[in-house]
């Protein structure tokens, strides 16, 4: 199994409060994805990586801002919560184009 | 705008049988797709690729077929077994040197024994 880990693994917040997820990894992988999965949608990008500092949007990227000061951290944060952020949260890992990426185990978070 | 897109939400096979997960595609500047598997509560897991220069690619019991100029990519699992049961989902890459994956919506599959 690939070196990714999200933390927290599952958290409830109040609407209008700060979260920040946390992507873990070991692997030294240079590319780094977070995506929300809802039932209907799939998987969408929120924002990708491509190196430290070098970050940018994907297909849902309202409300989320990232940052990547190291290689083996990616964070999430959710300026100020909203229900409609209420999502299983993923995060991905891969060293180049062409080629698989690996998934860390989600992160659940629900905002009441 | 869905650029990956799985019409199937779900698909119901005979165990042994095979199993056939379609995908298509808006973006011609694709050029790799994937196809990963998902059971609950756990990360997708990677099963098989294919590069655009190809039209197949086979590992085990799966097989991917690529139709560019149909834009349109499905999976077969043959034989389709219990532990298949799970939710699928078509990815795909554009050569851009960002790499970034899109996904499809998933087609829930339930091989029945």
């Known amino acids: 199994d690939a070196g990714i880990t999200q933390s927290p693994r599952h958290k409830v917040t109040e609407t209008g409060t700060p979260v920040t997820l946390r992507c873990h990894q070991t692997?030294?992988?240079?590319?780094m994805y977070w995506y929300r999965q809802d039932p209907g949608h799939g998987l969408r990008l929120i924002h990708y990586?491509?190196?430290?500092?070098?970050?940018d949007k994907g297909e849902v990227s309202d409300g989320y801002s990232v940052s990547r000061s190291k290689t083996e951290d990616f964070l999430l944060t959710l300026e100020s919560a909203t229900s409609s952020q209420t999502s299983v949260y993923f995060c991905?890992?891969?060293?180049?184009?062409?080629?698989?990426?690996?998934f860390g185990q989600g992160t659940r978070l629900t905002v009441v | 705008d869905q650029q990956v897109k799985q019409n199937s939400p779900s698909l119901s096979v005979q165990e042994g049988r095979i199993s056939i997960l379609n995908c298509d595609y808006t973006?011609?500047?694709?050029?790799?797709f994937l196809w990963y598997k998902k059971y609950p509560a756990e990360g997708p897991t990677f099963l098989i690729s294919?590069?655009?220069?190809?039209d197949k690619n086979e590992d085990g019991r799966f097989t991917v077929f690529l139709n560019k100029s149909a834009k349109h990519l499905s999976l077969h699992i043959v034989p389709s077994q219990p532990g298949d049961s799970a939710v699928y989902f078509c990815?795909?890459?554009?050569?851009?040197?960002?790499?970034?994956?899109?996904f499809g919506t998933g087609t829930r599959l339930k091989v029945l024994a």
């Open positions: 991905a890992i891969t060293d180049r184009g062409n080629t698989e990426a690996f």
């Open positions: 692997e030294n992988h240079r590319y």
């Open positions: 990586s491509y190196g430290v500092k070098d970050t």
């Open positions: 973006n011609s500047m694709f050029d790799y």
């Open positions: 294919i590069s655009s220069i190809k």
């Open positions: 990815a795909a890459t554009p050569n851009s040197g960002t790499y970034k994956y899109i």
